[in-house]
């Protein structure tokens, strides 16, 4: 079973702050993806990574940055949250190989930014 | 620009059919993949459809035109659990994904 976990389930944090969002996958999949959620907008893509150390931005990556160091996880930054940043964030892999390109898809994390 | 397009919600009975339609525009074009999210829950994968025709996956089946840029999700026998938010997400390169906004489907007894 492939499973993506993510460090946090609920957050909160101040304008301001630097924030760090944690995903790891144990499926040694090549592709991790971080999505932002919010009611009637459906699943966002803010940045996707093919490969450790290759990044690519998404449709909505500004105030965002990754970080793929390693090829399991998959960081997202955000360097100075602000109040239109509270959202519900998910985290995907995929590339299982043969052509599955299906998404695989973390618990989330529900970021409210006070 | 990019765009898919699906109704917001759908009310269906217990025990009916359902069907949830998606259409699309985009750059490229892999495929259609139809992804279940229960509240509070994370997006799980139904089904994937590359080429034209019906896939079937026990009570769900999946319908693709590529020369129409519209697809379908079909739930059959539809139980309780069924409710739940259904998207259509477009594969439009090796690897990416351009997800619609979501059908919320609300099964009544």
């Known amino acids: 079973d492939v499973k993506v976990t993510q460090s946090s389930r609920y957050l909160v944090k101040r304008t301001g702050e630097k924030v760090f969002l944690e995903c790891v996958q144990d499926m040694d999949h090549e592709n991790m993806f971080w999505y932002r959620q919010d009611p009637g907008l459906g699943l966002r893509l803010i940045y996707f990574s093919y490969d450790v150390k290759m990044k690519e931005k998404g449709d909505i990556p500004e105030g965002y940055s990754v970080s793929r160091e390693k090829k399991e996880r998959f960081s997202l930054i955000l360097e100075s949250a602000s109040t239109n940043q509270t959202s519900m964030y998910l985290c995907?892999?995929?590339?299982?190989?043969?052509?599955?390109?299906?998404?695989?898809f973390g618990p989330g994390t529900r970021l409210l930014v006070l | 620009g990019q765009s898919l397009e699906q109704p917001s919600e759908v009310t269906a009975v217990e025990g009916a059919i359902v069907q949830i339609n998606c259409t699309y525009q985009t750059s490229g074009f892999y495929g259609l993949s139809w992804y279940q999210q229960h509240d509070g829950g994370a997006p799980t994968f139904l089904s994937y459809n590359a080429l034209d025709g019906l896939e079937e996956t026990g009570r769900f089946s999946s319908f693709l035109s590529r020369s129409d840029s519209y697809g379908y999700l079909l739930l059959q026998e539809l139980q309780m659990k069924d409710s739940a938010s259904y998207f259509c997400a477009v594969r439009d390169s090796s690897y990416k994904l351009i997800f619609g906004s979501g059908t919320r489907l609300l099964v009544r007894p």
């Open positions: 995907a892999s995929s590339g299982g190989g043969g052509g599955d390109e299906t998404q695989y």
